[in-house]
């Protein structure tokens, strides 16, 4: 019901704008008078639809309880929510597992709420609870770390995902000149935005420049700190010609950084990935990490909250080639890709010794 009176807000308001048009046009004064009192009348039930139109209920389920990352894309959530006027609920499994999500998904279900914003700690595991999800009239839209497109109506991708796994290579070889073995501490080995991301940084160490580059191991913390921090000092004591790590994960980041400082490897082991800059901002000041990249989480949950909402008050169907408004984001374009549709928020930002000061109080 509220989804209808959405929809209802939404055609009558461009069936006034319709009717405004056609009084500027060349009718008669007798017809431009019926038009402006059908247009008032029109406006008029609009204006009366909001207090239904907005009681919409809009849940964000993310991969883990205590993320940082995550923490941030609440804020970005709270703040769409703030200016569009729904609800907004935010949950997290204590664990980062498929299985947490799909009971915290489930409940969801029971409480009838209008859309589910998910980053997936497995992207087809998840898809049976969302196809149930879709077919009691939920809106789905999957954001960070994607749903195999059965289990979704779209995806916000925060960046072109070959770039992102390119440009991490292209950091670390720098930092230690193009020479050298390297490894990979990614989260789990089900996370679809880390494995397309690795196979993309495999794609890029194919090239000749990075000939005296050997990746010799890839781990996975599951985006646990501690599991992180261990797996991180088990690749010290099994290749102590270890040159440079990439975590391609906020966790993962951080605790290898704090790894590499308590071992006394700052200078010897250069460290890159994507990491929140909060994190980072002690551990790129004093060396430990060159650079590091990432785009803006608080972005993610406020663009995928827009795209939902959008949805839900039918100001777009959710098609391919529809134009989505997304507040102080702008506009984003809705494309196909991989077997799906897709919004993609934008390139990763470098952070560096240059310009770190300024993000650190910012996520």
Request: charged share 25%; proline share 4%.
């Amino acid at each position: 019901m509220r989804r209808w009176f959405a929809t209802e807000r939404h055609r009558i308001v461009t069936k006034c704008k319709k009717i405004s048009l056609s009084i500027k046009g060349g009718l008669t004064r007798k017809m431009k008078k019926r038009l402006l009192v059908v247009g008032i009348l029109l406006l008029a039930f609009a204006l009366a639809l909001p207090a239904y139109a907005q009681d919409f209920t809009i849940a964000m389920v993310v991969k883990g309880a205590g993320n940082p990352f995550f923490e941030a894309c609440r804020r970005g959530g709270e703040e769409a929510a703030a200016e569009l006027g729904f609800n907004f609920i935010f949950q997290a499994p204590a664990t980062p597992t498929s299985e947490g999500q799909i009971e915290l998904i489930d409940a969801l279900i029971a409480q009838r709420v209008d859309a589910i914003l998910v980053s997936a700690n497995d992207p087809d595991a998840l898809v049976p609870i969302l196809r149930r999800a879709m077919d009691r009239g939920i809106t789905v839209v999957a954001f960070d770390s994607g749903v195999a497109p059965a289990g979704r109506h779209m995806f916000l991708n925060q960046a072109d995902m070959e770039l992102i796994g390119r440009m991490q290579v292209q950091m670390l070889a720098e930092m230690i000149d193009y020479e050298g073995e390297i490894a990979i501490l990614s989260a789990t080995s089900t996370m679809a935005n880390q494995n397309v991301w690795i196979s993309w940084m495999l794609q890029e160490l194919t090239k000749p420049e990075y000939e005296k580059m050997d990746l010799v191991g890839i781990v996975y913390g599951d985006d646990l700190r501690e599991k992180s921090y261990n797996e991180a000092l088990g690749l010290f004591r099994s290749r102590p010609d270890l040159r440079g790590i990439i975590s391609p994960t906020t966790v993962g980041l951080a605790a290898t950084a704090r790894a590499i400082e308590d071992q006394g490897l700052s200078g010897k082991v250069a460290l890159t990935g994507l990491g929140l800059p909060s994190e980072m901002a002690e551990y790129i000041r004093n060396g430990t990490s060159e650079a590091i990249a990432l785009w803006n989480p608080i972005d993610l949950g406020y663009v995928s909250s827009y795209m939902a909402h959008a949805v839900l008050t039918g100001a777009i169907k959710g098609e391919a080639g529809e134009i989505v408004n997304v507040g102080r984001m702008g506009e984003r374009e809705i494309v196909e890709a991989d077997g799906g549709l897709e919004v993609l928020l934008g390139a990763p930002f470098v952070f560096d010794i240059d310009n770190i000061d300024e993000w650190a109080d910012v996520y």
